[in-house]
């Protein structure tokens, strides 16, 4: 049973700073991308920053240079470093995981598994 449960959400004025974590349990951790992603009130789910299997990132244009996501495959668990933080990246942020393609393309978000998500508030 594929479990994701995240952490480190808060309340913090702007400028200040965060650290998410997600605990991945369940499943082959180290073969799994992995991805954070989040939405505010009235709006559609964005991806903010995902991490592959050999650990190459990639970001929203809107995070970038703010935002370092990170894994630890020994502990099962990403994280999503967040700096500088504006009062636009108040949000839900979840966290989700997906098994590779057998091409190596990351599934996400259209197949996956995902957590409860943790609140993200700049005020």
């Known amino acids: 049973h594929v479990q994701l449960v995240e952490s480190g959400g808060g309340l913090v004025q702007p400028g200040g700073s965060l650290r998410l974590s997600c605990a991945a349990s369940?499943?082959?951790?180290?073969?799994?991308?992995m991805g954070w992603f989040r939405q505010a009130p009235g709006k559609e789910r964005e991806g903010v920053a995902a991490i592959d299997s050999d650990g190459s990132t990639s970001y929203a244009d809107s995070v970038k240079g703010r935002f370092t996501i990170s894994r630890d495959n020994d502990k099962a668990a990403v994280y999503l470093q967040m700096n500088n933080l504006k009062p636009e990246d108040t949000a839900m942020y979840y966290c989700?995981?997906?098994?590779?393609?057998?091409?190596?393309?990351?599934?996400?978000?259209?197949?996956?598994?995902w957590g409860q998500g943790t609140q993200v508030t700049v005020s």
């Open positions: 989700a995981a997906a098994e590779l393609y057998l091409d190596g393309r990351c599934p996400l978000p259209d197949i996956g598994y």
């Open positions: 369940g499943y082959t951790y180290s073969s799994y991308c």
